[in-house]
Each structure stands twice: as C-alpha cells, then as structure tokens.
C-alpha cells in the first residue's frame, strides 16, 4: 500500500532552520506532484509547497517565499522542504501530500514548533 511518512519535525528557536524530509513507497513516485502543507491548532490546511513531478517547477506560499525550499529526489523518492529563518507563526503540523489526476495521498504529519 501507498505510504508517505515525514520526519524531520521538532522544537527550533525563531531563525533556526529544519529540514524535512518525506519518503514515499508503494507508488510510481515520479508520476506524482509532491507537496508539502501544513495546519495549526484551529486553523485550515494550508499549502506550503509544490513540486512538479520533474522537479523543474515549484511554487511556494507568500509566507515561505524565499525561506523554504522545496526539492525531490525521484531516484529515492523523496521530497525535502527545507525551512530557514523560521518564525513562530511556522508552528504547525506538515504533512506531506502526493498527488495525481485520480487520486491523492497524505502522510501522517511532523510536528514543526518554532519558540524560544
């Protein structure tokens, strides 16, 4: 069965940096568009990060914009957001996401808290 499992989570003080990463089994993972969002406690899922299935694209939220990046790796079927200058307002959880035309598949998430 499809799995996407994240790590890469934890506690980082504001400017710190963390690096997560999604490793993705049981799917043609070149086939898919690789994602990353994220949801704080009482907030909606929100979209962080997409890559297109080559890598040659991506596109990130105003929020992230030039202190994420996001990058895959299809010879190992990976998908890395690295996350620099993190603010408080980063805390949430991320979730990794594959997704195609018929169908769609989420990981179980990474805790990210950015607090000193």
């Known amino acids: 069965q499809v799995q996407l499992v994240e790590s890469g989570g934890g506690l980082v003080q504001p400017g710190g940096s963390l690096r997560l990463s999604c490793a993705a089994s049981?799917?043609?993972?070149?086939?898919?568009?690789m994602s990353w969002y994220r949801q704080a406690p009482g907030n909606e899922r929100e979209l962080v990060a997409v890559i297109t299935n080559a890598g040659d694209s991506t596109n990130y939220a105003g929020s992230v914009k030039g202190r994420f990046t996001i990058s895959r790796d299809n010879a190992k079927n990976t998908v890395i957001l690295q996350m620099n200058s993190l603010k408080p307002e980063d805390t949430a959880q991320y979730y990794c996401n594959a997704a195609r035309r018929d169908r769609a598949y989420w990981g179980q998430g990474t805790q990210v808290t950015v607090s000193s």
């Open positions: 049981g799917l043609t993972f070149s086939s898919y568009l």
